[in-house]
């Protein structure tokens, strides 16, 4: 939705179309929007390709695989002129995991990705893995970041738990896939002061509660759900830990260093890339005792400065960038 309302309205007239879960989507009010109320993917496939043809649009924007496997699908009845992009927001062999194994045996990155014009991904490290799985897909392949409003950001009122010792801020669903098991396992080896905050929902929360409770450190681990206001959390935070088991390039991520808080995270949370160019913000460990000395080494902010440290981001990250290149990348498939 950011990108579609950022960019050059004498350029480009655009349009989203939503199939499902609008409810958490509230478009912004200057983006014209195309609603299909459907709970599953599949079901609204006839809807979104007949108000593709009825549209007609030189390009077409799709992001998460399942989207992408769909439109790529359907590419062959769409007008002529409709270039298809899809956006590579994980990597693909964790997309494939997910999969049931007869989907996932009908190999759907190698029978349908070619078929895109342009193939957007987060990281290079996406891009490598889609190389390797589809042959000849390196020309088509270009990177594109999450865009990141640091201005707005930035206007949140950092929140803080009160008292002295580390604030360590995870954010993201509670699922396996984000490894938060993993940091409450070290919780117990940092100083007695530390609390850890957990932000988000999902099917792990009990097992999660029990972990802390069993390992003794139920009163310095706070599980508080989905919250409307994370930056403010982000930005009260000393430092913001990523224990994920895989990922692409959590937006979350973005934000914390935007926010000027440091980020600890394991290798497998795929940060190895933008760790080379946000130098020094981002601390990069396997879990157990290397990540538990990096927690140790960060400082515990002075709570009056929470809200002027200096944005950590790199600008090619900044909104501002990320729209200028998705401008050059429609350009181009449209050539």
């Keep these: 939705m950011r990108l579609a309302d950022g960019i050059d309205r004498e350029r480009w007239e655009p349009r989203l179309f939503v199939m499902g879960g609008v409810q958490a989507l509230m478009p912004p009010a200057t983006l014209a929007t195309e609603i299909g109320s459907y709970h599953r993917t599949i079901a609204g496939v006839p809807w979104l390709v007949r108000r593709l043809r009825a549209f007609a649009p030189d390009a077409v924007l799709s992001t998460l695989a399942y989207t992408n496997f769909v439109l790529l699908a359907a590419s062959k009845t769409l007008p002529n002129q409709t270039r298809v992009l899809v956006r590579e927001a994980n990597t693909p062999q964790a997309t494939l995991n997910a999969l049931s194994p007869l989907l996932s045996r009908l190999a759907p990155y190698r029978r349908l990705y070619p078929r895109a014009t342009r193939v957007l991904v987060q990281t290079p490290q996406i891009r490598d893995a889609l190389e390797d799985l589809v042959p000849g897909l390196e020309s088509k392949i270009r990177l594109l970041p999450n865009p990141v409003d640091v ?6 009122r950092p929140e803080r738990i ?33 609390m850890l905050t957990i932000f988000g929902e999902g099917p792990e929360r009990a097992a999660l509660e029990a972990q802390a409770r069993m390992l003794g450190v139920a009163g310095r681990v706070q599980l508080p759900g989905y919250v409307n206001n994370l930056q403010a959390h982000l930005a009260g935070a000393d430092a913001f830990v990523i224990t994920s088991r895989w990922e692409g390039l959590p937006n979350v991520v973005l934000e914390a260093l935007a926010l000027g808080v440091p980020v600890v995270a394991t290798p497998d949370a795929g940060l190895n890339d933008i760790a080379l160019e946000a130098i020094g913000a981002i601390l990069i460990a396997p879990p157990g005792e290397s990540f538990i000395e990096l927690l140790r080494a960060i400082e515990v902010c002075d709570p009056t400065v929470l809200g002027s440290r200096k944005s950590l981001l790199p600008v090619a990250y900044h909104a501002d960038a990320v729209i200028k290149n998705l401008e050059a990348i429609f350009e181009e498939a449209l050539m």
């Design 151 to 156: 201005d707005i950001l930035r206007m949140a």
């Design 162 to 194: 009160s008292g002295p010792g580390l604030r360590l801020v995870a954010a993201g669903r509670l699922t396996r896939q984000k490894g938060f098991d993993r940091m409450i396992n070290m919780v117990n080896q940092l100083p007695a002061e530390t």
